[in-house]
């Protein structure tokens, strides 16, 4: 399926951790379309990426299926017709978050999946264990996924950032197109260390066709503001 197309491209494989001790880099930043310290919206709202359909989209059976155990549809806490999202638990991941309506939603054992009705906007929410992963903290672990990232998956070219508020963006341009994807995409990392343990952190990554990036950086605005995390 092509949303497990994407999932391979972004997890973390036992190998993989290894690649992350051996990767020193220092942050950097060339687009400037993405250079920003606070991710902002600019006066778009969830209504702007929504499907009037009054949240039918999460009660019909899911149009992408998983490999693994225990995966079912997300439990819809909210339908916001008036605002066009719909706000979702995900009890693996001890993680709320709202999304447009008209996309649909898994939670497993592993993580948190929601995606768009056409698939062209796939999110990821994961729990990261950084020891586990083989780095110290986000911001090792956010600057060894430039590196690991753009050496698995060329031609991509990957940017990372540290936001005003203490998370950390990676940009991931140029990624091949999975199957069933147009043309290649833009996928992005925002890596959010505990405030209670430095150790830990959370991970949302949003992907969406490469010529949709800087409209999709303002989705993922929107997906942090409305993110609730139970640490």
Known sequence: MLYLEVLREIKQKESGRRALLATALAFCWAGPSYAQSVLDAHGLTFKDFAVADRGASFYRPLAVTLEGVGA?????????????????HFKAVKMDVAV????????DQERGLAYSEDQNYRLILWRVDFAFEGVSDAEHYAAAKVGTIEARRPPTKAQARKLGDG????????????RGDREPR????????????????????????????P???????????????SW
């Open 186 to 213: 833009t996928v992005f990392d925002l890596v959010m260390p505990s405030p209670a343990n430095p150790k830990e952190g959370a991970l949302m990554t949003l992907g969406m066709p490469a010529g949709q990036g």
């Open 100 to 107: 447009p309506l008209g996309w649909q939603a898994i939670n």
């Open 72 to 88: 079912t549809s997300a439990t819809v806490l909210q339908i916001d017709n008036a605002n066009g999202l719909a706000r979702l």
């Open 215 to 229: 409209r999709g950086l303002k989705l993922l605005a929107l997906l942090k503001q409305n993110l609730h995390i």
């Open 167 to 178: 998370t950390y963006l990676v940009v991931y341009e140029n990624v091949p197109p999975s």
